[in-house]
């Protein structure tokens, strides 16, 4: 597979996550980690479907502790720590902090075999973090308050955790995507133990709920990790990071094509630094005349 087809499925992960708001405000009030349970089962049958079709892809779950234990902290382990940042401060800080992730993807690729970070990467990763700044910012929402410290500790390392899961995930290229259904189905059985022990259940109520619910397991937190998985591996992986911050300014979009937010001057501006940010960071690299 060539590294630009190979970015094009990564981003497909983000156009997936991009629905993930508008998707799960349809799903009404269920709690986190049940809805995580559920979306993640879903997302685990996914690709376990394909055994059914080639059999051999059960080989896929035969690998090292080291590898499923980078799955299941990436997979459970970033969600586990977003959900409780959620819950030990406001959602709108809680993001901002936990949207550090598409820079640190760009930083750490630096670390990876053959991999060099240009400028253009890192102005690239900053202005898109500025269009994410302006974006949350404008809503007049943030404030910064010391009782919320934990919870911005947990986006902060649900941060460092995604961003490190991404990257790492180069380093296990061999892996196949197949072992992802793997990690969903642990990450499920996890998020359930955590919704017995912490959360009351909420069966969606409407069969509109229920088809969002099933949406959000076979694309935001289903095919989203496969492709993701593979643009990892064999994609340009500098460029996925600094796309990734169109990942809240589609969501923004889509909720006010659904009426759930009003378009606003602010949402423009955004678009334009991350865009702008994208667009840097593609620029070709300039050789020097021998």
Same mark, same amino acid.
């Given at each position: 597979?060539?590294?630009?087809?190979?970015? =094009?499925?990564?981003? *497909?992960?983000?156009?997936?996550?991009?629905?993930?708001?508008?998707?799960?405000?349809? !799903?009404?009030?269920?709690?986190?980690?049940?809805?995580?349970?559920?979306?993640?089962?879903?997302?685990?049958?996914?690709?376990?479907?394909?055994?059914?079709?080639?059999?051999?892809?059960?080989?896929?779950?035969?690998?090292?502790?080291?590898?499923?234990?980078?799955?299941?902290?990436?997979?459970?382990?970033?969600?586990?720590?977003?959900?409780?940042?959620?819950?030990?401060?406001?959602?709108?800080?809680?993001?901002?902090?936990?949207?550090? @992730?598409?820079?640190?993807?760009?930083?750490?690729?630096?670390?990876?075999?053959?991999?060099?970070?240009?400028?253009?990467?890192? &102005?690239?990763?900053?202005?898109?973090?500025?269009?994410?700044?302006?974006?949350?910012?404008?809503?007049?929402?943030?404030?910064?308050?010391?009782?919320?410290?934990?919870?911005?500790?947990?986006?902060?390392?649900?941060?460092?955790?995604?961003?490190?899961?991404?990257?790492?995930?180069?380093?296990?290229?061999?892996?196949?995507?197949?072992? $992802?259904?793997?990690?969903?189905?642990?990450?499920?059985?996890?998020?359930?133990?955590?919704?017995?022990?912490?959360?009351?259940?909420?069966?969606?109520?409407? !069969?509109?709920? @229920?088809?969002?619910?099933?949406?959000?397991?076979?694309?935001?937190?289903?095919?989203?990790?496969?492709?993701?998985?593979?643009?990892?591996?064999?994609?340009? &992986?500098?460029?996925?990071? $600094?796309?990734?911050?169109?990942?809240?300014?589609?969501?923004?979009?889509?909720?006010?094509?659904?009426?759930?937010?009003?378009?606003?001057?602010?949402?423009?501006?955004?678009?334009?630094? *991350? $865009?702008?940010? =994208?667009?840097?960071? !593609?620029?070709? $690299?300039?050789?020097?005349?021998?």
């Amino acid at each position: 597979m060539t590294t630009p087809k190979a970015t =094009a499925i990564g981003f *497909i992960a983000v156009l997936f996550w991009s629905l993930l708001a508008l998707l799960t405000a349809a !799903t009404g009030t269920i709690p986190p980690f049940q809805l995580a349970a559920m979306t993640f089962l879903i997302g685990g049958l996914v690709g376990a479907a394909s055994w059914i079709m080639r059999p051999e892809g059960l080989r896929a779950l035969r690998q090292k502790p080291a590898v499923w234990a980078l799955g299941i902290a990436g997979l459970f382990g970033y969600h586990a720590l977003y959900f409780a940042a959620l819950r030990l401060a406001p959602p709108a800080e809680s993001g901002l902090i936990n949207y550090l @992730w598409p820079l640190l993807i760009v930083l750490f690729s630096s670390l990876l075999p053959g991999e060099h970070l240009r400028r253009a990467h890192v &102005i690239g990763a900053f202005l898109g973090f500025a269009g994410v700044v302006v974006l949350i910012g404008g809503r007049g929402v943030l404030e910064a308050r010391a009782e919320f410290l934990p919870g911005y500790l947990c986006a902060f390392v649900a941060a460092f955790v995604w961003a490190a899961y991404s990257v790492l995930s180069r380093r296990f290229g061999e892996v196949p995507t197949a072992a $992802v259904a793997g990690f969903c189905l642990v990450t499920s059985l996890l998020s359930l133990a955590c919704h017995l022990l912490f959360e009351t259940t909420i069966w969606p109520e409407t !069969t509109t709920q @229920w088809l969002a619910l099933l949406a959000l397991g076979l694309g935001p937190v289903g095919a989203a990790f496969y492709v993701w998985d593979i643009g990892m591996k064999r994609g340009d &992986i500098r460029f996925l990071g $600094v796309a990734s911050y169109a990942t809240p300014v589609l969501s923004t979009l889509l909720l006010v094509a659904a009426g759930y937010a009003e378009p606003s001057l602010t949402l423009a501006l955004s678009c334009g630094l *991350i $865009v702008l940010g =994208a667009l840097i960071a !593609t620029l070709p $690299v300039r050789r020097r005349p021998a």
